[in-house]
């Protein structure tokens, strides 16, 4: 009696799997502290969240000191002028002709402000008025939206500050409760009315 052939390691089939298919690989990344490798899963950088707050660093680095090559105008006819203005809501950079040619007067692209040019744009959130920074928290002591900058500075000293999406949801479950009480409180409010109305016409009677 011969025994059945068995298939060679690595290539049998079992449910849920197709023929021919390969595993995705997981990435690693090593640590710069300890040196060790860490587990990134089958995503790799793309399961990670964005740091908003660092790019914002690492793009005023590059501006500063310029190590970055030239952005160039998006719309410049050959040869392109290097790019003096970026606009967020359009999503391009700008030489200053072209920026006043794609943002005429009377128009409302007129309202856009300009910043400085990039390659990478961000949704534009609230900005903090007094530090031109993007507000990330909310200071239930002064009821106001606050940006990292307003955060470490002596005004807000052992106030209660938290992320501006824990002040939201808190508020929003707020105002849930309380537009469920007037809901539930409006038939009876509306029968007092009525039986008040009913006891003025007696009365003027």
């Known amino acids: 009696d011969t025994l059945p052939r068995l298939p060679p390691t690595g290539f049998g089939t079992y449910p849920g799997r197709k023929r021919g298919t390969v595993h995705p690989q997981s990435v690693s990344f090593p640590c710069p502290a300890c040196q060790r490798d860490v587990d990134l899963g089958e995503r790799g950088l793309g399961s990670l969240f964005r740091n908003l707050t660092l790019e914002r660093v690492v793009e005023r680095y590059r501006q500063t000191i310029n190590i970055s090559a030239a952005i160039m105008c998006q719309f410049c006819k050959p040869p392109q002028l290097e ?107 509306q029968t007092q009315i009525a039986e008040l109305e009913e006891t003025v016409k007696h009365t003027e009677v």
């Open 83 to 189: 790019a003096t203005k970026g606009c967020t809501e359009c999503k391009s950079s700008f030489c200053n002709e072209c920026f006043k040619l794609y943002h005429p007067w009377g128009t409302q692209k007129a309202q856009h402000e300009p910043t400085p040019p990039t390659l990478t744009f961000r949704p534009k959130g609230l900005m903090c008025p007094e530090h031109k920074e993007e507000v990330t928290h909310y200071c239930k002591t002064c009821q106001r939206l606050v940006c990292q900058l307003c955060r470490v500075r002596r005004t807000h000293t052992s106030h209660k500050i938290t992320p501006v999406l824990s002040a939201y949801q808190a508020l929003r479950e707020k105002l849930t409760k309380s537009l469920a009480y007037i809901l539930s409180s409006q038939d009876t409010v």
